[in-house]
């Protein structure tokens, strides 16, 4: 190789030395204008979450109801407890009571407040940092040949969304 050759070679070196400034501006401004059309989806999802979070509790219940009943028509239909993975549960017209759908679900306290509404043989389960206008769940246990009720997600105390739930019967 002769000298000038290398020195070609040297002076092709030292020409590429990277990004120009204009090229790195137009990447922050392209990654500007991304983040302000993504930023607004991702900015409130605490209460997306919240609503997943009871929907899933919603879902929980729904299905222990299930296993519980299916339990009780295939033991005979004379059982008033049953015990499923290790949790007592308690009967009421082949379906669980208030008192135990909790322990059936196996919804966690840690989790959720758990509300037992004793004149209406129902409860309101919610989560647990729960305050008013957040979702909750009311379970209502089965009447005579019917199965219990399972209110969808309810906005409490907004005067409007709760008129499932009377009186005391609030997520608070």
Same mark, same amino acid.
């Given at each position: ?36 059309? /993504?930023?607004?989806?991702? @900015? *409130?999802? $605490?209460?997306?979450?919240?609503? +997943? ?5 919603? #879902? =929980? ?43 059936? /679900?196996?919804?966690?306290? @840690? *989790?959720? $407040?758990?509300?037992?509404?004793? +004149? ?5 389960? #919610? =989560? ?45």
């Amino acid at each position: 190789m002769t000298s000038r050759q290398s020195k070609r070679l040297i002076a092709n070196r030292t020409n590429q030395s990277g990004f120009t400034l204009i090229e790195l501006i137009m990447v922050i401004v392209i990654l500007g204008i991304l983040s302000a059309f /993504a930023l607004p989806k991702f @900015a *409130d999802l $605490s209460g997306s979450a919240e609503d +997943a979070t009871i929907e899933g509790a919603r #879902a =929980a219940i729904r299905s222990s109801a299930a296993i519980v009943h299916a339990q009780f028509l295939a033991r005979g239909s004379t059982d008033t407890s049953l015990t499923l993975e290790g949790e007592t549960v308690n009967i009421v017209e082949g379906y669980p009571d208030a008192e135990t759908i909790d322990d059936a /679900a196996d919804i966690e306290s @840690a *989790d959720f $407040s758990i509300t037992l509404v004793t +004149a209406a043989d129902a409860v309101i389960i #919610a =989560a647990t940092s729960a305050v008013d206008g957040d979702p909750c769940v009311k379970y209502t246990e089965s009447a005579a040949s019917s199965s219990p009720a399972i209110t969808a997600v309810l906005t409490l105390n907004d005067g409007t969304d709760n008129t499932a739930l009377t009186g005391d019967d609030d997520c608070d």
